[in-house]
């Protein structure tokens, strides 16, 4: 192997008088790439791959150039609000209220900080976002399959492509199986393209460019090897990437609507602050900058100018616990609508089941033959069923199955600690763990008998075919395996203990349907010899003439938790409903296993296409399981679903799937055995592949929404209260209970500590056993009308009745309104604590203690408050005096009534509710 140092630039490959330089790759043949690229079909080493990993770079596009820190801070003054107050601490400052030209200044600078810290917080949370679903690729290294990173594919490196993937690179082909590549975003071509091994002219355009795979392209069907020449930056991708911004905008139809609320409720404030100003001076006699810092007060204490980036905090946390649990969401909206998903359409494998397939039962002419051990892991024996254990040795039939198993095969198995893992398809590997259980080493008998030619496997023909030379009789012969109906048609003869006998089909097809009804999955294994020196294999060659050498039956078994999350959606009344290509009996057996039923109804892909829409919708409604259905069939089913209203998750896992991905209200793909394409068409991504991470995900949906409201129903009354306080002093021409930058310290202090902390509220009790909610049910629902209302005037009355108890006893004005800001912010306390449970009562222990943010903001609230009332620089900023402990005590029992009331009304309002139901 040679030194990284003498790698030639592979990204240009050497002129010569029949190659043009940089985009010739396409007019040599495959042994002259290879030759150039210092490579192999076996690949390169992994010592050779980091040397020029380091030499080249990492596979990826250069990523646009992000806005810098001043100019995200500078932005986060960009709105009405931000404008209205810079513009009133300008007017205050001209006036000579310095000290409440700073304190407004003051508030103004901390929201922005909050921002400013949160957007940064985002931008990281999308990147660390975007390296979980990171493509991956399948290279050959040290002659071996293996699965890295796309960004670690280096030029030489051999690739292998399938159905479904994206092509991490360009690549010059060096096999091409019914390839076919979709290049529509650098063509702009929507039929995807036939690809072959056949070199082209030089001066071919790019989409005439057949012996290449493109960077970003999609493979929709078939299978290829190609080799890698040229990465990043270099590749006909990179060269006509635009340069684009790489954060994504936090943004979303709630962000977007309580915009326009805050837009809408300050235009209203400043109108009734215009007729208060008005008031004040033509029938109260106020002096114009008297009355002028007191409307200032009333508009920062009307608008929840904080509301919008709690909002944002609290979707960003909801996206953050929705990552711990496995949940990627890429597009933000998922957010808001999971919380009100009413059916979910699972696929089964891996999703509903480990996807750990375990070969438990083969099947001969002669014998039911039962195999032991779970998983991957190749150990295990075999067990004549219900009988004696069997020498796998000594029986010629099952040694032939199994060896077809291993050679009729991709895949690749690894031990990595106590665990094996699979290279390739899942299905294969547990054929490949039967053959070493039967006695085979992979190694030893790939080399025995050569693979001279395959069929990969396409769902159209559903089978697999390799053609083998060996050292013994017969010298050459095809292996099959496919679907037992597809085989079946294709065999004449079935082999047994005694020879071959004629194929009785009736026979086999029982047996298929005794080992679906106990929830396996069956394959049929055949084989035909063919002649001495055949080099190639054909359709027309293995279309008849097989003999059977029997079934496999795989089970995958339904994992645990996602039977427990079946039973959570079921008392959530969230309807799920099973999607697979599995045979109906095999589907339902799993089914009853995951509790969807003692007996689901299910419908086949078959009877779907008989159906006219009206039936089809009928049975969409009506079935849980839907076996041997293909993409179109999912597309349909969602659009069937969603007729009524119902919001659909779907998940999906292949190419084929996007359409339904897209018109899914949340399209689920999988992170794991997902492709790129079903990635990119979806609103979230599971990485671990697993139902449970949907119904978690719902959850947490559900619970972001109910902090939204949380949210609203604390801010808006608070706000509420503090403006009315002042509009009632101005009419009744009373002196104000709390001057301007007094509120603006209110609003500074609690909008940062309190409000903030329902962002990180837990999930509440029961929120998975409620009924789904309506994706259009109105946030500013009637009931939390009336309570914005009703807490607003308890909050008008504590405020009103401290400040008149204060000075009925001969305590200053100064002193009455320090005891009027402390209530104020008591009072907001104790209102957290209750609505921090919409759907249950506060008071419980569990209630009371809180929670970690919420103390911490409960604490810090306390401890600037009593800077606020004690600390004499604090005093002489905000004009306040100390307050005596039984004030205090008298300021916190007003508290503690408030939460009472509410409390109360809460619980009436449920009744209520209950007998109206």
Not at 705 to 710: P, T, V
């Amino acid at each position: 192997m040679h030194k990284t140092s003498e790698v030639l630039d592979v990204n240009r490959p050497p002129a010569s008088p029949d190659v043009a330089p940089d985009s010739a790759w396409h007019a040599l043949a495959p042994d002259a790439v290879l030759d150039a690229l210092r490579t192999t079909i076996d690949g390169l080493s992994e010592r050779e791959a980091t040397g020029r990993l380091e030499a080249y770079g990492p596979n990826r596009l250069p990523q646009g150039t992000s806005r810098s820190p001043l100019a995200r801070f500078l932005l986060q003054f960009h709105n009405l609000l931000i404008y209205v107050l810079l513009a009133a601490a300008g007017l205050a400052a001209a006036m000579g209220h310095g000290t409440d030209a700073l304190v407004i200044l003051a508030v103004t600078l901390i929201n922005a900080i909050i921002g400013f810290v949160q957007e940064g917080r985002a931008e990281k949370a999308l990147d660390a976002i975007r390296a979980m679903i990171d493509p991956h690729a399948s290279v050959i290294r040290d002659g071996r399959r293996v699965t890295v990173g796309a960004d670690a594919v280096v030029p030489g490196d051999i690739l292998m492509l399938e159905a479904g993937d994206r092509v991490p690179a360009d690549l010059r082909l060096l096999r091409a199986r019914s390839l076919r590549v979709d290049e529509a975003t650098l063509t702009g071509e929507s039929v995807p393209v036939d690809k072959s091994v056949q070199s082209v002219d030089a001066g071919a355009a790019l989409g005439d460019r057949l012996s290449m795979a493109f960077s970003g392209t999609f493979v929709t069907g078939g299978q290829g090897i190609g080799v890698v020449v040229a990465t990043g930056a270099a590749t006909e991708l990179g060269r006509i990437s635009t340069m684009i911004g790489a954060v994504t905008q936090l943004t979303t139809p709630l962000i977007r609507q309580m915009d326009r609320f805050a837009r809408q409720i300050t235009i209203a404030v400043l109108g009734i602050s215009a007729l208060v100003f008005a008031y004040a001076t033509l029938a109260r006699a106020y002096d114009l900058d008297e009355a002028f810092m007191v409307v200032v007060g009333l508009a920062v204490a009307a608008i929840p100018e904080g509301l919008p980036a709690v909002m944002t905090v609290t979707l960003a946390v909801g996206v953050q616990r929705m990552a711990r649990r496995n949940a990627i969401v890429r597009r933000l909206p998922a957010v808001e609508t999971l919380g009100s998903v009413s059916v979910i359409c699972s696929d089964k494998t891996g999703t509903l089941t480990r996807n750990e397939m375990t070969v438990s039962m083969v099947v001969t002419a002669d014998r039911e033959i039962e195999v032991e051990g779970a998983g991957y892991a190749p150990t295990g024996g075999f067990r004549i069923k219900a009988g004696a254990p069997l020498d796998p040795a000594s029986d010629p039939v099952l040694v032939d199955l199994s060896l077809a198993a291993l050679l009729c095969n991709d895949a690749h198995l690894r031990q990595r600690g106590e665990d094996w893992l699979v290279d390739g398809d899942p299905m294969e590997g547990a054929l490949l763990s039967l053959a070493i259980k039967a006695g085979h080493e992979p190694t030893a008998v790939r080399t025995s008998f050569p693979r001279l030619d395959e069929i990969p496997f396409d769902s159209r023909h559903r089978y697999m075919a390799t053609l083998h030379a060996g050292n013994a009789q017969p010298p050459v012969v095809a292996y099959v395996k496919g679907a037992p109906e597809r085989i079946f048609a294709m065999c004449s003869h079935v082999a047994a203990l005694d020879g071959e006998r004629p194929l009785d089909h009736r026979l086999w097809h029982n047996r298929i349907d005794a080992l679906a009804e106990s929830g396996q999955r069956v394959i049929a294994i055949a084989r035909r010899p063919l002649e001495a020196g055949t080099q190639e294999i054909s359709p027309a060659e293995v279309a008849q003439n097989l003999t059977l050498l029997g079934l496999v039956g795989l089970i995958d078994p339904p994992r645990q938790e996602a039977v427990a999350a079946i039973a959570e959606c079921k008392a959530a009344g969230i309807s799920v409903k099973m999607i697979t290509g599995d045979h109906a009996a095999t589907a339902r057996a799993i089914a009853r296993q995951l509790g969807l039923g003692d007996d689901p109804k299910s419908v086949t892909g078959q009877e779907l296409d008989g159906m006219d829409d009206a039936s089809f919708r009928r049975h969409a409604l009506e079935a849980t399981v839907f076996a041997r259905t293909s993409p179109e069939h999912k597309l349909r089913l969602v659009e069937a679903l969603q007729l009524d209203g119902s919001i659909i998750a779907m998940t999906g896992d292949g190419v084929n799937d996007a359409p339904a991905l897209k018109r899914a209200d949340v399209g689920v793909a999988m992170g794991g055995k997902g492709t790129e394409a079903a990635k990119e068409a979806s609103e979230m991504v599971l990485a671990d592949d697993n139902f449970a991470s949907i119904v978690a995900a719902v959850r947490e949906g559900r619970t972001v929404y109910d902090n939204l409201s949380k949210v609203i129903a604390w801010t808006l009354p608070t706000n509420g209260g503090e403006a009315a306080t002042i509009i009632l002093a101005i009419l009744f021409g009373l002196t104000l209970p709390i001057t301007p930058v007094q509120i603006l310290w209110v609003n500074m202090i609690t909008a940062v500590t309190l409000g903030l902390t329902l962002a990180f509220e837990p999930t509440e009790p029961g929120a998975m056993r409620r009924p789904v909610r309506p994706a259009r049910q109105a946030l500013l629902s009637g009931r939390l009308l009336w309570r914005i209302l009703f807490v607003s005037a308890l909050m008008v009355a504590g405020t009103f009745g401290i400040y008149t108890w204060a000075t009925s006893r001969g305590l200053s004005v100064e002193t009455a309104r320090t005891m009027v800001v402390n209530t104020l912010v008591v009072l907001e306390i104790f209102y957290l604590f209750s609505v921090r449970y919409v759907h249950g009562t506060s008071l419980t222990w569990q209630g009371l203690l809180g929670t970690r943010a919420v103390l911490a903001g409960v604490a810090t609230v306390v401890g600037a408050q009593l800077a606020f009332t004690y600390l004499p620089p604090m005093q002489a900023v905000f004009g306040s005096r100390p307050v005596s402990l039984g004030d205090g005590m008298a300021i916190v029992a007003v508290g503690v009534a408030l939460l009472v009331i509410v409390e109360a009304e809460k619980r009436l309002a449920a009744a209520w509710g209950a007998r109206h139901a």
